[in-house]
């Protein structure tokens, strides 16, 4: 398989790629996913990270993943279009409204991510709990994941969130060590597959649950990615997703290279070969795409519902 990048490429790599464009659809689908997230005051990361898939999550698989604790986020990493400055105070009311969001678009499988909050103590684990157990009072069966920053490393804070035994626990790794201070900036490698391992550890059931993912396209090599699998393979992570990094702003990180479908199917075998349980590999995977599938595929065949 050819390397994944050119170490230094001279000029970008030009116009999308076919596999790249996206049909812009909308429908009753996604007015519905719409009128929930307007009308009850959320945000999703579906919006504040300009996703390509939003028309398809939003339009046909009526899914969205929201992100709580404001739309402010308290880091500078290169590849996000995230708010960036100081957050505004913790909104008390935002997992109620969570909870009824999800009531009202039938959800079984329900994705919460984040921003960064090192403003505060905990770095938001408090809020993520309350926001479980909202959305499971008021939605019994509903599966809860949830995409978790790095905590700075605060394990007591990470214990708030295992004690509500998310359904998945995602901490996405993004890229390779050699590039995590010019894409992560003050996130660290060691301390991501740490939060990880902890994950696995509070694990209650043979349910795989642990899932990270990366971004391909930032000026990695294939040897580096192997070696991430191995990696997250030895730390507990059972559910990966890697996809194309696409600068979502002319001012983010540069994009080296489009990654072909080949190579996203390749490294999908290398990746189960090295023993995760789920592999999602493709120009368009998210962490959150498709989340409602990773999940039967990997609990030998479970519903969702």
């Known amino acids: 398989m050819p390397d994944l990048v050119r170490r230094r490429p001279p000029i970008p790599p030009g116009p999308r790629p076919p596999w790249l464009k996206v049909r812009l659809a ?60 100081a957050p505004g105070a913790v909104d008390a009311g935002e997992p109620q409204r969570l909870a009824e969001a999800v009531a009202a678009l039938g959800l079984r499988h329900a994705v919460i991510t984040m921003v960064n909050r090192d403003d505060l103590a905990d770095g938001g684990a408090a809020h993520l709990a309350s926001c479980t157990r909202a959305i499971r009072r008021r939605n019994p069966g509903c599966r809860v994941e949830l995409l ?60 795989p649950m642990v899932k990270s993912g990366l971004m391909l396209g930032l000026g990695e090599t294939r040897e580096e990615l192997v070696a991430v699998f191995a990696d997250l393979v030895a730390s507990g992570c059972e559910i990966l997703t890697l996809g194309q990094y696409l600068p979502p702003t002319a001012k983010a990180l540069p994009l080296e290279r489009y990654v072909t479908p080949d190579e996203f199917a390749a490294l999908r075998e290398e990746a189960l070969a090295l023993g995760f349980v789920h592999v999602e590999s493709g120009p368009l995977v998210r962490s959150s795409y498709h989340a409602h599938e990773h999940t039967p595929v990997a609990w030998r065949g479970a519903s969702v519902g």
């Open 26 to 85: 909308t429908g009753e689908s996604y007015e519905a996913v719409r009128r929930q997230v307007v009308g009850r005051n959320l945000h999703t990361v579906c919006e504040e990270a300009r996703c390509p898939n939003i028309f398809e999550c939003w339009g046909q698989h009526r899914t969205a993943t929201f992100m709580v604790l404001g739309d402010v986020c308290t880091r500078h990493c290169g590849f996000c279009s995230v708010r960036k400055g």
């Open 148 to 207: 978790i920053s790095d905590l700075r490393g605060n394990w007591e804070a990470l214990a708030l969130v295992l004690d509500e035994a998310p359904d998945v626990l995602a901490h996405n790794t993004e890229t390779v060590p050699r590039l995590y201070q010019r894409v992560r900036g003050h996130c660290d490698y060691a301390t991501t597959l740490a939060l990880l391992s902890r994950a696995r550890a509070a694990r209650r059931s043979e349910v």
